[in-house]
């Protein structure tokens, strides 16, 4: 079974804090993204990364950066936590290539930013 | 990806088979029907997905029509578990595009 593990599933940090999220997958997937998920919005993607060291900007990125040193990790940051970040934040993994688009997903980081 | 539409809620006794509805009438050729699930404060599941065959898994069993404007999820035998949102998706089988849930089915299972 692929698993996809967020590093914490709760998480309170103070306006103004340096936030990292990780998430790990352990199925050698090339994809790998982040969204967030708010009442009324459904999901929207913050960052995407094809491969070691790429990304690509979603639908929301302002206010976070990634990294991708390793294939099996895709780390989130907030470099500068502000009350409107909080939110429920998905990782998510795929195959990629022609194999298949399903995306598997970690339990989620429910954030709060006091 | 086009766009699907699925009835707001539905309920359905333990132990009896859920039926989950989906319309998608403007499928193209290359798009797949996906399903998921996702339980409240849980990250959403991958169920099953299908082309035109009907596709039976550990989880369910999908029933696609001919002209492929609608689906069927089945949930054999359902269980309080089961309870969560169904999502009903089309798109094509690769890429990396993002991921959009409609409102999606929201499914209880009573006792």
């Known amino acids: 079974d692929v698993k996809v593990t967020q590093s914490s599933r709760y998480l309170v940090k103070r306006t103004g804090e340096k936030v990292f999220l990780e998430c790990v997958q352990d199925?050698?997937?090339?994809?790998m993204f982040w969204y967030r998920q708010d009442p009324g919005l459904g999901l929207r993607l913050i960052y995407f990364s094809y491969d070691v060291k790429m990304k690509e900007k979603g639908d929301i990125p302002e206010g976070y950066s990634v990294s991708r040193e390793k294939k099996e990790r895709f780390s989130l940051i907030l470099e500068s936590a502000s009350t409107n970040q909080t939110s429920m934040y998905l990782c998510?993994?795929?195959?990629?290539?022609?194999?298949?688009?399903?995306?598997?997903f970690g339990a989620g980081t429910r954030l709060s930013v006091l | 990806d086009a766009k699907t539409t699925q009835p707001p809620s539905m309920d359905c006794a333990e132990g009896r088979a859920a039926n989950l509805p989906c319309n998608h009438s403007t499928i193209s050729g290359n798009e797949y029907v996906y399903w998921y699930r996702q339980i409240h404060s849980q990250g959403p599941q991958y169920i099953i997905h299908?082309?035109?065959n009907n596709e039976t898994n550990e989880m369910a069993s999908l029933i696609i029509t001919e002209d492929r404007k609608s689906s069927t999820l089945i949930l054999p035998h359902a269980t309080l578990r089961d309870t969560a949102v169904y999502y009903c998706i089309v798109r094509p089988r690769q890429g990396a595009q993002k991921l959009v849930f409609g409102q999606g089915t929201r499914l209880t299972i009573n006792p």
């Open positions: 199925m050698d997937h090339e994809n």
């Open positions: 299908g082309l035109k």
């Open positions: 998510a993994s795929s195959l990629g290539g022609t194999s298949g688009n399903i995306q598997y």
